[in-house]
């Protein structure tokens, strides 16, 4: 959220330089135009209030994109979770549970170099 995307890169490129199987877990949120409703309310409200703060949220993906990004790094394994994922795991039967979601959360894996032909 607060990084670039360069500064983004550059991490996970360091990072892919870690021992294969080495995981990431990290948050990112999605942008403006994807969400709705009280999401959309409570993600307008946080981000004008990191903006005051000094920290404008100046990256956001779609899972897709989060899912591409960390692949083109050299991870796999790749968990993307939000809302739906929330609810399909701890309130299976439930229809009153409201889980706002600008946030998502992925955890991805360190995948062993490709070898050379």
């Not at 309130?91 to 050379?116: E, H, K, N, S, Y």
């Given at each position: 959220?607060?990084?670039?995307?360069?500064?983004?890169?550059?991490?996970?490129?360091?990072?892919?330089?870690?021992?294969?199987?080495?995981?990431?877990?990290?948050?990112?949120?999605?942008?403006?135009?994807?969400?709705?409703g009280t999401t959309a309310q409570i993600a307008a409200a946080f981000a004008a209030i990191a903006a005051e703060m000094g920290e404008p949220f100046v990256s956001r993906f779609l899972?897709?994109?989060?899912?591409?990004?960390?692949?083109?790094?050299?991870?796999?394994?790749?968990?993307?979770?939000?809302?739906?994922?929330?609810?399909?795991?701890?309130?299976?039967?439930?229809?009153?549970?409201?889980?706002?979601?600008?946030?998502?959360?992925?955890?991805?894996?360190?995948?062993?170099?490709?070898?050379?032909?």
């Amino acid at each position: 959220m607060y990084l670039t995307l360069d500064a983004i890169s550059a991490t996970l490129a360091t990072m892919a330089g870690c021992r294969p199987g080495s995981r990431v877990v990290l948050t990112y949120s999605q942008p403006p135009a994807v969400l709705g409703g009280t999401t959309a309310q409570i993600a307008a409200a946080f981000a004008a209030i990191a903006a005051e703060m000094g920290e404008p949220f100046v990256s956001r993906f779609l899972p897709g994109q989060m899912d591409q990004l960390l692949r083109e790094h050299g991870f796999g394994e790749i968990a993307d979770f939000g809302p739906d994922e929330a609810r399909a795991s701890y309130f299976q039967g439930c229809t009153d549970v409201d889980i706002a979601g600008a946030q998502r959360l992925v955890a991805a894996t360190v995948m062993p170099a490709a070898a050379d032909a």
